[in-house]
């Protein structure tokens, strides 16, 4: 199975921080990236899916990048509704892992 | 409104079984492959099960293989997992999620959570 591993695990930033977290697989899986967000009590949220296409409804603030096995998920502008846990998602084959999570706090 | 509901979450004795349902509205469920994932509270999510939209293919994570399987009725816009030989690892929270094609679990339901403890 593809291993997806996450950096940092946790953040602390402030409202209006620019914000960048990295998404690296254990071996190449092209663009096959997604990025969700996730607070407490709900269910993740997709952001940005094939490595760089935000998702409908997504404000622009989020973007993502990268292909093979280097992805970087940026907020450039922190907002109050974004301090949350991030997880990246592989689509490569099956079982489509996800990170272990960034958790971004005030 | 496009919506997958949970349901069937409880408490079972180890050993137990569970039959967890998801019930999808507002899309042509047929379209679309689906696929269970588990969260234990305060933990990451684990992808479980996958099954294609017409139910043929069908691919399971290690940690649950020969002990749950995955169906769908496509005439009743649902999918359902069912739970046997349960573990206490099996705990968390179980949410159905939609697959646009293979790129993005673009819809989730609210989760419906499994305790497994005597």
């Known amino acids: 199975a593809i291993l997806l591993t996450q950096s940092p695990s946790s953040l602390s930033a402030s409202v209006g921080d620019r914000v960048t977290i990295t998404c690296r697989a254990s071996q190449a899986i092209n663009t096959a990236l997604a990025w969700y967000q996730q607070k407490a009590g709900k269910a993740p949220k997709l952001l940005i899916y094939?490595?760089?296409n935000l998702e409908s409804g997504v404000p622009s603030r989020f973007s993502g990048s990268g292909s093979g096995t280097d992805f970087t998920l940026s907020i450039s502008s922190l907002d109050p509704e974004d301090f949350a846990t991030y997880y990246c998602?592989?689509?490569?084959?099956?079982?489509?892992?996800f990170g272990p999570g960034t958790k971004v706090e005030i | 409104e496009v919506q997958l509901v949970e349901s069937g979450g409880d408490l079972v004795q180890p050993g137990g079984s569970l039959r967890l349902s998801c019930a999808a509205s507002g899309f042509t469920f047929s379209r679309y492959s689906m696929n269970w994932v588990r969260q234990v509270p305060g933990e990451g999510l684990e992808c479980l099960s996958y099954i294609s939209s017409s139910g043929r293919t069908i691919y399971y994570a290690d940690s649950v293989k020969g002990r749950f399987t995955i169906s769908r009725d496509n005439a009743k816009n649902s999918v359902y997992l069912q739970m046997d030989s349960l573990r206490a690892e099996d705990t968390g929270i179980y949410y159905c999620?939609?697959?646009?094609?293979?790129?993005?679990?673009?819809?989730w339901g609210q989760g419906t959570m499994v305790t497994v403890s005597s």
């Open positions: 999620a939609r697959e646009r094609t293979r790129d993005a679990f673009d819809v």
């Open positions: 998602q592989h689509f490569n084959a099956f079982p489509q892992t």
């Open positions: 094939d490595s760089s």
